[in-house]
């Protein structure tokens, strides 16, 4: 039996050497009598402190004296126990816990002998409890929190969520994130985030979310990916933090920055800002911008008259017509008093464009401002005397420019007022030459200035076969006026419409007259037609209604188009050519080389010839590359069925070589120059 003991003996201790436990005894006055290594090598105390000593009496055993109490008083009463827990500190400051269970011995006799049993380290075990109870009071901090699985259905939200949205746990759950949106977002928004979360594995940003009861509001969000043990992405955490307020805040700070409290404009420190922008913007893109200064003329009157709060109200409407004047990208600022400034941008990248839009804005600003007023019961008027200045993409001082425009405001006042006048005075100059050319180009339009002339086109040198009708301008005091002045200038204000109907009736009723006499019966007549005039949706309407009116046989007018101008919208223009040759008109392609040519619309294109620009013509013999191009149009538009015409033939080389390539009409100075009727109707 004695050998039998010794060898279960044996056996229970090489399991606990084994095991992460250890094994200890103590006797009826529950003295340790023996102690496994275990618990001298983790708590690193010597075998002799504890033998012969009680557990309570051990030093680094973090336990209330209660504790002890209670935990004697089971001892005492020789009960069993288990996972009974205590904190142990050792000598260099570190600390661990362990859990003991113990039985109580008995002899045969039945009398108490002590208490056997075991130990371990719970030390991880109670981390992980600690790290489980701090994350649970995280969880139902003050932020938002919600846990998704990988499709981002919510499987659990803490009650400031609720608190935050209104949405219930329940409510919420199994719910996809849509739930929150709150349609300021695109989809792509959204797909960016994904996107991310996919790649990266988190995402922070501001999302404007809706609440249950339709509220939206802003939040800072931040959403991390969980990867669990196996290597996987299976979770979502997501926190909700709500900035609305703060970002309420931030943007009433802002305003009352940078906005001028009585009209709500920018004020100088932001319009300074925005200045340096549009500098910065002209570095990089080389167009230009403007700056308008205006003052209030007599405005110390209106004050005296009718009050201070009237003479407010009177700049917070000036405020609201200003806003309206300009484009949306412009800005509008009140600079102090009854002073304004208009900064105008991407104007363009020539300087006379620029001036041109500038002063169109204002003289817009002109009339809108010279508008009655309603202060209250009264009804007042006020001009602005208007200042302007244009900069480029030449370094400039932002003091400076502001005293320019400043400058030429106080000229338009010394100029009478209620006007507008720009820094620089060549350019006031070039403005006002062009204001005087379009009030001209009107009054020429009402009296019948213009006057057409007539350049013969050849066949083979020596046949007229028609003519290419040219408008011209005889003004009364300037005398003939280049149509390089005038029609670039009518196509922007709108008058080549009228111009150019003019121009077709005119030459329709020259047809007709033609029509009478067996001589010039079958002369053929080209109109040239604007990109503004064929772009009008009735403008194959007017072509039959002139040709109506007047007589003219259709086979006998032949449009010129540009080719930048049939290529634009190459359907519309295809459907109108196609009605038009319908009737017996023809098409010619004109200046056809010097654009975009693409053969894929060309062979398209309901035409009738080709003409060569004078560009290639007038090389023909100098340069070996423009005669190539000349040979190979020549060729391109015999293989597609079109005749070929060239303008521009002042030699009788470049005749001769047009006619050897099989270009038999050609027009130009070696046979006339544009002339009037009478003189073309002599040369025939």
Not at 399 to 424: P, S
Not at 600 to 608: A, F, G, I, K, V
Request: charged share 20%; with cysteine; net charge negative.
């Amino acid at each position: 039996i004695k050998r039998l003991l010794q060898e279960s003996e044996a056996r229970f201790r090489a399991l606990v050497t084994l095991s992460s436990d250890w094994f200890w005894e103590q006797d009826a006055e529950f003295r340790f009598i023996e102690v496994d290594n275990h618990l001298l090598v983790n708590s690193r105390l010597a075998y002799a402190t504890i033998l012969g000593t009680r557990r309570w009496d051990q030093p680094g055993l973090n336990l209330s004296e209660a504790q002890w109490d209670q935990h004697r008083a089971v001892l005492q009463q020789h009960q069993e126990f288990r996972d009974f827990e205590v904190q142990r500190s050792n000598n260099d400051g570190s600390s661990y816990w362990i859990s003991i269970s113990g039985t109580p011995i008995f002899n045969a006799m039945g009398q108490f002998c002590g208490y056997r049993g075991i130990g371990k380290d719970i030390s991880k075990r109670k981390q992980v409890e600690e790290e489980l109870r701090i994350a649970a009071i995280a969880f139902e901090s003050q932020e938002g929190v919600l846990v998704t699985n990988e499709q981002f259905e919510i499987l659990r939200s803490n009650r400031a969520f609720s608190r935050m949205t209104g949405y219930s746990a329940k409510e919420v759950l199994g719910q996809t994130l849509d739930i929150l949106k709150s349609g300021r977002h695109e989809e792509a928004f959204f797909d960016t985030i994904r996107h991310q979360l996919h790649t990266i594995g988190d995402w922070k940003g501001e999302v404007w979310n809706r609440c249950k009861n339709g509220d939206v509001c802003l939040y800072y969000m931040t959403t991390t990916g969980v990867i669990h043990v196996d290597g996987r992405l299976r979770h979502y955490v997501t926190t909700l933090v709500d900035i609305t307020q703060k970002e309420a805040a931030a943007k009433e700070i802002e305003h009352l920055a940078f906005y001028d409290a009585l009209t709500q404009l920018p004020n100088r420190r932001l319009l300074m800002d925005r200045m340096q922008q549009a500098f910065a913007a002209c570095l990089r893109n080389g167009r230009q911008g403007a700056l308008l200064c205006l003052d209030l003329d007599h405005s110390k009157n209106l004050n005296d008259a009718l009050g201070h709060d009237m003479g407010d109200v009177l700049l917070q409407q000036v405020a609201q017509r200003l806003k309206c004047c300009v484009r949306e990208d412009d800005t509008v600022a009140r600079f102090g008093g009854d002073e304004f400034l208009v900064l105008l941008e991407d104007l363009g990248t020539h300087a006379g464009d620029a001036a041109e839009q500038t002063q169109q804005m204002g003289e817009k600003i002109l009339s809108a401002l010279n508008q009655p007023y309603q202060l209250g019961s009264h009804t007042a008027h006020s001009t602005p005397s208007i200042g302007a200045v244009l900069f480029n993409n030449q370094t400039h001082n932002l003091d400076e420019l502001v005293k320019y425009a400043d400058l030429a405001m106080y000229a338009a006042k010394a100029e009478g007022r209620n006007t507008i006048r720009f820094f620089d005075p060549m350019m006031q100059a070039a403005v006002s030459a062009r204001i005087a050319l379009e009030n001209d180009l009107r009054r020429a339009l009402a009296e019948q200035q213009f006057q057409l002339y007539y350049q013969v086109q050849m066949k083979n040198g020596n046949t007229a076969i028609g003519a290419e009708a040219l408008i011209r301008w005889h003004h009364p005091e300037r005398g003939m006026v280049s149509p390089l002045q005038f029609i670039g200038l009518a196509e922007e204000t709108g008058l080549i419409l009228p111009m150019g109907l003019w121009v077709l009736q005119t030459a329709c009723e020259q047809l007709r007259r033609w029509q009478q006499n067996p001589r010039t019966a079958d002369l053929q007549l080209a109109v040239n037609v604007s990109a503004r005039q064929f772009r009008q949706p009735n403008f194959t309407e007017q072509v039959c209604a002139v040709l109506q009116q007047t007589g003219a046989r259709p086979d006998r007018l032949k449009l010129e188009l540009t080719e930048s101008m049939a290529l634009d919208n190459v359907e519309d223009t295809i459907a109108k050519m196609t009605a038009l040759r319908k009737l017996g008109l023809g098409f010619s392609l004109d200046d056809f080389g010097t654009g975009q040519s693409s053969l894929s619309y060309l062979t398209r294109l309901p035409l009738d010839q080709l003409k060569i620009d004078q560009s290639f013509v007038r090389n023909i013999g100098i340069q070996h590359t423009d005669a190539l191009i000349v040979q190979t149009l020549i060729g391109m538009a015999h293989s597609l069925g079109i005749n070929v015409i060239a303008e521009g033939v002042e030699t009788e080389a470049q005749q001769a070589f047009l006619q050897q390539h099989g270009c038999t009409l050609c027009q130009g100075y070696l046979f006339s120059r544009p002339v009037p009727l009478d003189e073309f109707e002599r040369l025939l």
